[in-house]
């Protein structure tokens, strides 16, 4: 099947995120972050580093919203998260593509069914039910799939596929939302090191060749510091380090780490 | 040569209360069941002699009347299943943690955990006065007593599927309905059609069983040539019931283990 080339998934303009004082405190008394205030501009590559537990992967959820912020203020494109209702969360969700460390994708069922979950928030309720996508909004999914080299597997069923190729899917399933900003959850860290390049190079293109914005947690110094532009570092919920990636050095890693 | 020293093993008083309740329970048992252990010993000529009496010469002219109930019966059984999936299957939802309130979750636990104390002879004879004595009042039994198993398998697969799916299509926007389409419904499909196809096979037996309030089938009959005391009859008919209730046991648990494994 072909697929006409139209305009590039992502011409919306990209989102900013603008945290102020930003406090998250988990039920079990956990404080996550303590007043973070961050400024993302539109369009920015920032890779968030720090141990596990230091509040990269909850920071990365305030922005979408999966984690509630206890205290702040959080400003993500026209939303304002602290006051958000269920249906704006999931409009601003609808915006965000997310890729995750263990893929997330539906292992029993075909890779273009999980791209198009990227249309969830874009098409009706019922045509999703039923699996009754849009030729439109399959046509995305064909681009998505296209964009990071894996358009040859779209009929295949997600568990066949190998860590590598399940991580493009869900690049893909992200983009197929055409998204104004993309977050990444520690996306290489189940797989090897020429893998996690590839997958790596795939973010980066999005954010070079289409513009959207793109913030990456990893735990890797030398994965930050190739393929961030800014970074960010986080130690016990608190914002360490924050600045472009030429002046992270070697001391402000070990300052990040501890 | 170094001696090891072993770390001395605690007594747990728990088990130990345990065995001994149960122990009790047991020799209590015993003893207030009246039996008549003088019987027992005639009990293996009295089996020995009612299977001559129903083995012997079996009435093979029954046997077509006997595949005609028999089939009544699993009919029975097949209708009940499905309405039983119908009801089951959005009922299971309510009660998955992450997906209804509390209230409503336990609400609907409580609700299966009843059906499933109650067995469905009994449910039939409660619905027999509205539906009258016919294979209808059996499918309905069955079909409730199907919600009370199916329900309890739902709500646990539901809650045991992969979490990252889940997460995946809420964090693209997706609202609670394509959550669970796109989000669990790939990932428990497996599980709930090797249930509806197990809760078939016991409503195949079930239904035989239901047959003994009168609401027909092959139950119905037996019951009827038991009660005339026609052990020839009675034979075929406890042929047909085994060979066709073992067939449908043998083709739905081959389907359900290419389900299973087929993942």
């Known amino acids: ?105 539906a292992k029993r069922t075909s890779v273009l069914n999980n791209v198009l979950v990227g249309r969830l928030a874009h098409t009706t309720t019922l ?40 991580q493009r899917v869900a690049i893909a399933r992200a983009l197929c939302q055409e998204p104004r900003l993309v977050l990444a ?29 793109v913030i990456t947690n990893l735990h890797l110094i030398d994965l930050a510091r190739s393929y961030g532009t800014r970074i960010i570092g986080l130690r016990a919920g608190e914002v360490v380090f924050d600045g472009p990636v030429e002046s992270a050095s070697d001391s402000v890693f070990a300052k990040i780490y501890g | 040569m170094t001696v090891l020293t072993i770390p001395s093993r605690r007594r747990d008083w728990r088990r130990s209360t345990a065995v001994i309740i149960v122990g009790a329970v047991v020799i209590g048992a015993f003893w207030t069941v009246e039996v008549n252990w003088a019987r027992l010993a005639e009990l293996p000529a009295q089996v020995l002699h009612y299977l001559w009496l129903m083995f012997s010469d079996p009435d093979w002219s029954k046997v077509p009347e006997a595949l005609g109930q028999t089939w009544k019966s699993v009919a029975m059984a097949w209708v009940g299943t499905v309405i039983g999936i119908l009801l089951s299957f959005p009922l299971g939802f309510l009660a998955a943690r992450g997906f209804s309130p509390a209230p409503v979750r336990w609400g609907m636990r409580v609700g299966f955990a009843i ?107 037996l019951t009827s040539y038991t009660q005339f005391r026609e052990w020839s009859t009675v034979g075929v008919l406890i042929i047909v019931v085994v060979i066709v209730t073992m067939g449908i046991d043998a083709v739905s ?7 299973v494994e087929g993942t």
Do not use: C
């Open chain 1, 1 to 105: 099947m072909v697929v006409e080339h139209t305009s590039p998934t992502g011409a919306a303009s990209p989102w900013s995120v603008s945290m102020r004082d930003v406090t998250v405190r988990y039920a079990s008394g956990v404080v996550a972050l303590k007043n973070v205030s961050l400024d993302i501009r539109p369009g920015e590559m920032v890779s968030v580093v720090g141990l596990s537990g230091s509040g990269k992967s909850s920071l990365i959820r305030t922005i979408n919203g999966l984690v509630p912020i206890t205290s702040g203020s959080l400003r993500v494109g026209g939303y304002h998260l602290e006051s958000a209702r269920a249906g704006e969360l999931r409009r601003l969700r609808g915006e965000i593509g997310m890729i995750f460390q263990g893929f997330n994708l």
């Open chain 1, 127 to 166: 045509r999703t039910l039923l699996g009754a996508y849009r030729a439109s909004d399959r046509e995305i999914a064909f681009e998505a799939l296209d964009r990071v080299g894996i358009l040859s597997k779209v009929w295949d069923r997600a568990s066949s596929l190998s860590g590598g190729q399940q």
């Open chain 1, 185 to 213: 959850d520690e996306p290489v860290a189940s797989l090897d090191p020429p893998t996690a390049h590839e997958v790596m190079d795939d973010l980066r293109r999005i954010n070079q060749d289409l513009g959207i914005t």
């Open chain 2, 115 to 221: 059906i499933r104390a109650v067995p469905e002879i009994i449910i039939a004879i409660a619905i027999l006065s509205v539906t009258g004595l016919t294979p209808l009042t059996g499918a309905l039994a069955l079909a409730i007593g199907s919600v009370g198993t199916l329900g309890k398998w739902g709500y646990e697969a539901i809650e045991g599927v992969d979490p990252g799916p889940i997460e995946a299509t809420r964090a693209s926007g997706g609202n609670i309905a394509q959550i669970l389409r796109w989000g669990v419904w790939p990932s428990a499909t497996p599980d709930f059609i090797s249930f509806w196809l197990y809760r078939f096979e016991i409503n195949v037996r079930s239904s035989a069983v239901l047959g003994l309030i009168g609401v027909g089938g092959i139950g119905d009959m």
């Open chain 2, 253 to 259: 648990g081959a389907i359900r283990r290419r389900i």
